[in-house]
């Protein structure tokens, strides 16, 4: 059952990347910053390393910490005794809202940021910036996903699932396309939408410290981090990405020093400053 999620999470992960690479290249929302064949190889480039450090490191362990836990009959929703679909859908609404805090606390712990800002400071984004993030993220997320699991206990479907939905979003947010204002104005009230995250990649901080909800958007207006929604034309006027270093962006050397270096450190307090 195990491997069939695994395979089922890499096909949707393949079949998203290129349905999403296929409509910004058709439909571009916004002019991007170098050359996209650039981009794509050196955020593929990222993402062979991180998979290679995740599947050695984290994926075992992972797995057989959700099973442990599962035997063992920990976690709040088996105290509650939820289980089939109704398990499924409460599982991936509240890990979704961990997710939430746990991305708040990559823009606010000081920490934390030095490796959330290696995801940030492309200073363009389209659907291969969900391939940008530093490999101490992901392990330092491995700790905070497992200390869910134990809280939470969700099934082994309910965890593969709540996986697929985010490695979508995350491209579908990412991606370099838009929605027509209409439909974006009700879509945006449930879901993260692309403009959405572009807002919360912007180099303004009332802009960049916002928005941080991964699947669903409600988590931001709830705890009043939901910034003002912004027109495509508006946020085409700003720049995206950190204001230091703009041009290091496209170095692989700089990415995976990035947390080393003090530029852009002092983001993660201006929120708290104001
Ligand atoms: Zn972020």
């Known amino acids: 059952m195990n491997i069939d999620l695994d395979t089922g999470r890499l096909i949707v992960f393949l079949t998203g990347f290129g349905f999403f690479l296929a ?137 593969f699932l709540f996986e697929i939905l985010v490695s979508w979003f995350a491209q579908a947010h990412h991606a370099n396309w838009d929605l027509p204002d209409g439909l974006e104005r009700v879509v945006r009230r449930i879901w993260v939408t692309p403009r959405f995250h572009a807002t919360h990649h912007l180099v303004d901080r009332r802009f960049g410290d916002a928005n941080f909800s991964t699947l669903l958007s409600i988590w931001d207006p709830c705890f009043g981090t939901e910034a003002n929604a912004l027109t495509q034309a508006q946020i085409k006027e700003c720049d995206l990405g950190l204001p230091d270093a703009r041009d290091q962006t496209a170095s692989f050397r700089h990415w995976l020093a990035e947390p080393f270096s003090n530029q852009n450190l002092g983001l993660s307090k201006s929120r708290q400053a104001d």
């Open 23 to 159: 409509l910004e290249s058709l439909l571009p929302a916004r002019h991007l910053e170098g050359a996209k064949y650039r981009r794509l190889l050196t955020h593929s480039f990222m993402a062979g390393v991180n998979t290679l450090l995740v599947r050695t490191l984290t994926f075992v362990p992972m797995l057989a910490w959700l099973v442990y836990v599962e035997q063992q009959g920990w976690g709040l929703a088996r105290w509650l005794g939820l289980s089939g679909w109704l398990e499924f859908i409460i599982s991936i609404i509240v890990l979704d809202a961990f997710d939430y805090f746990w991305h708040r606390a990559n823009h606010r712990i000081t920490f934390l940021w030095r490796f959330h800002k290696a995801h940030h400071a492309d200073t363009s984004i389209d659907v291969s910036t969900a391939l940008r993030f530093h490999p101490g993220e992901l392990l330092l997320s491995t700790f905070a996903k497992a200390t869910w699991v134990v809280i939470w206990g969700p099934s082994a479907i309910a965890w």
